[in-house]
């Protein structure tokens, strides 16, 4: 995953990226957008391989694929999304502290969502694991889709709108 990562953004590099800086990239939302509702439908699968007792491999399977998915859109946000806004709020206070807000929030989502995908890998289930993975799940499944539209409402919006003042 991760060389898919690198090879991805050297590419990128070696287009537009001569100082060091990330330019504007007018595909980058729309690919973010397409991204939310893979890892979304990535996740809606673990609960579709869900057992009621016992050990499911398809389980460990889908926490692999939705994490790995997760942290590969992490690291793209976080040298895209995040380094371009921060490169364009330089000196601007609240703009820097919306984004710092936004990538902090973020982290502790990544958090959350490694140690939910560790904690039931591999695992056999009995009455309450699977007490515990349904509420672990539901929570996940909550802040992820309201993590997702607020970033796609607000943060993309601040993205879009430095396109706009350089236009």
């Known amino acids: 995953m991760f060389k898919f990562v690198s090879d991805k953004l050297k590419f990128r590099r070696s287009k537009t990226c001569k100082e060091h800086t990330v330019p504007y990239n007018g595909k980058l939302i729309q690919d973010f957008e397409d991204e939310h509702l893979t890892i979304i439908n990535l996740f809606k699968q673990i609960a579709s391989v869900r057992v009621d007792i016992g050990f499911n491999p398809l389980l460990d399977t889908h926490l ?83 993590r997702f539209h607020l970033e796609e409402r607000e943060l993309f919006e601040l993205y879009k709108d430095t396109s706009l003042e350089k236009g």
């Open 64 to 146: 692999s694929e939705f994490k790995s998915k997760f942290q590969e859109h992490l690291i793209i946000e976080n040298l895209e999304l995040y380094k371009y806004l921060e490169q364009n709020f330089d000196g601007n206070s609240s703009s820097e502290a919306i984004t710092n807000a936004f990538k902090q929030d973020m982290n502790d989502v990544a958090s959350h969502i490694s140690h939910f995908c560790t904690a039931y890998e591999s695992q056999e289930f009995d009455a309450k694991k699977l007490d515990d993975f349904d509420a672990a799940y539901h929570e996940i499944s909550i802040t992820l889709n309201h």
